[in-house]
Structures are given as structure tokens and as C-alpha cells.
């Protein structure tokens, strides 16, 4: 099993870069594919980018696309999504997510969750 926890949101202005964190904790963590998702209030939970376990393959939802990155270290346990030109629609609780195998954009099929992180896009 993995256990996650999401840091480094906090509040910035349009056009700002922010780097979030997520720590996990577990023996197989190589093994599992990571995801970010956002929720803003009143919509539903959105994916934002995952990496593959097996490569660095990634994704990303056309919204963010060219503006995010996500990346991992699998030697510290840590995914992170590097956010950079923000926009005040980026405003959202941030998740990081991880499954077994590959990710994919459906939240349904990931099977461990942090907390989340808010970040807030002053315009």
C-alpha cells in the first residue's frame, strides 16, 4: 500500500510558477503509476497529469498542457507537478493519486489518495 501527502500550495498571482510535492510512503512505490488531479468549488474532480510506472511517460489535460509538468523520483518517493504561467482557473484543491500498474485519466481506477493542497490564482 501507499500512503501520499500533498505540499506547497498556497496563494500566487497570474502568471506565477508553483512546484507541489506529494511524499509517499510504501515498499513498491516504483510499481505505481501517479496522477494529479484538481477540484475547484462546485465542479467535479478533474485529471491535471500522470507518469507511468514502468517509464516517464506522461499526460496531461489540454488545459494545462505546455504549462505543467509532472515528474517523479522514485529514489525519494516523491512525484511532483511544476505549475508555471498560472491562471486564476487553476484555482482548485490539488490531489496527488497512485494506482497499481498504469494511470490513465479516470479517478475511478486510482486506488490511493493524499489529502490535497489549495491552490488559489490571484488575477
Known amino acids: 500500500q501507499v500512503q501520499l501527502v500533498e505540499s506547497g500550495g498556497g496563494v500566487v498571482q497570474a502568471g506565477d510558477s508553483l512546484r507541489l510535492s506529494c511524499a509517499a510512503s510504501?515498499?513498491?512505490?516504483?510499481?505505481?503509476?501517479m496522477g494529479w488531479f484538481r477540484q475547484a468549488p462546485g465542479k467535479e474532480r478533474d485529471f491535471v497529469g500522470a507518469?507511468?510506472?514502468?517509464?516517464?511517460?506522461?499526460s496531461y489535460a489540454d488545459s494545462v498542457k505546455g504549462r505543467f509538468t509532472i515528474s517523479r523520483d522514485n529514489v525519494k518517493n516523491m512525484v511532483y507537478l511544476q505549475m508555471s504561467s498560472l491562471k486564476p482557473e487553476d484555482t482548485a484543491v490539488y490531489y496527488c493519486?497512485?494506482?497499481?500498474?498504469?494511470?490513465?485519466?479516470?479517478?475511478?481506477?486510482?486506488?490511493?489518495w493524499g489529502q490535497g493542497t489549495q491552490v488559489t490564482v490571484s488575477s
Open positions: 493519486a497512485a494506482r497499481v500498474g498504469d494511470g490513465g485519466r479516470n479517478p475511478d481506477n486510482y486506488d490511493y
Open positions: 510504501g515498499r513498491t512505490f516504483s510499481r505505481y503509476a
Open positions: 507518469v507511468s510506472w514502468y517509464n516517464d511517460n506522461t
